[in-house]
């Protein structure tokens, strides 16, 4: 047995002299070892940091799912969660290992929402922050053709129907409910399967040039109402020019519905 370890470690056996090399190393970088007990305990220490890190790694990781899972709860509450997807592009791990032995703050960098998005995590003991991209992406059913419709057709529920999308790449907007675009007319000729934006889909008239209307002014609980004439077409929300017809003046009014028109915009 004595052989066969004097054998193992002679300074001409591979094995030996990776062992006598790596203990030189070593000893380079330790102070004098009082003890084999005492070189045992540091040598134990120079692995600690690993797990250590991999703790603060797996603790922020986990922290930054969480909180993103939240704030797509609150902010999208009547969005189904299957219809709620999102893609973290997490830091390096280098800089994800900070520990933050007190509580970690998120704060978006902007309102959430379909597309891509930055939110930031800070640490106050010890300091540091970092920067988190977040894509988001909110699946709807969208207002789209059911058969091809010719430049000014006015629209009925069953010209259209609705298909699931993802909403961050519709940046001109869309519609979710087909009978809220009845009588509307299409500005241009569209085919099967396009789907109707607000800048393709002309609201109707609910006023015509010539037509009598209704003039409300005032607010609140104190109103007015008289008779006027309209001077010119108006749809939901345009301002138009009106007549008052007792008085003959002429004055800006909007439309609130059909055949009747406020000189407050935000009329209720």
Not at 20 to 29: E, H, Q
Not at 66 to 84: A, G, I, K, M, Q
Not at 117 to 134: A, D, G, R
């Amino acid at each position: 047995m004595k052989i066969k370890h004097r054998r193992q470690f002679h300074m001409n056996n591979r094995n030996s002299r990776h062992f006598y090399s790596l203990s030189a190393a070593v000893s380079k970088g330790l102070p004098l070892c009082a003890n084999i007990l005492r070189c045992a305990a540091f040598l134990s220490l120079l692995s600690l940091p690993s797990w250590a890190n991999d703790t603060a790694l797996d603790a922020n990781k986990a922290a930054i799912d969480s909180y993103v899972l939240e704030s797509l709860f609150e902010n999208f509450p009547d969005t189904d969660h299957s219809d709620r997807q999102y893609t973290i592009n997490y830091p390096p791990d280098s800089v994800l290992n900070n520990g933050c032995p007190a509580k970690v703050y998120f704060e978006w960098r902007d309102k959430p929402s379909a597309g891509n998005n930055t939110l930031s995590m800070t640490c106050n003991e010890p300091l540091w922050k970092v920067y988190i991209p977040v894509s988001i992406e909110i699946f709807k059913d969208v207002v789209v053709t059911a058969k091809p419709l010719s430049r000014g057709q006015p629209m009925l529920p069953s010209d259209l129907t609705l298909q699931r999308m993802p909403t961050s790449k519709l940046r001109s907007g869309y519609f979710t409910d087909p009978k809220a675009l009845t009588d509307y007319e299409v500005q241009r000729t569209v085919k099967i399967g396009q789907i109707i934006t607000p800048y393709m889909a002309k609201p109707p008239f609910l006023v015509n040039r010539g037509d009598w209307v209704t003039i409300i002014s005032g607010s609140g609980g104190l109103r007015v109402t008289s008779t006027g004439e309209a001077l010119r077409d108006g749809s939901y929300g345009d301002q138009i020019l009106v007549k008052n017809v007792k008085s003959n003046t002429r004055l800006k009014a909007w439309v609130v519905k059909k055949g009747v028109v406020s000189t407050q915009k935000d009329f209720n």
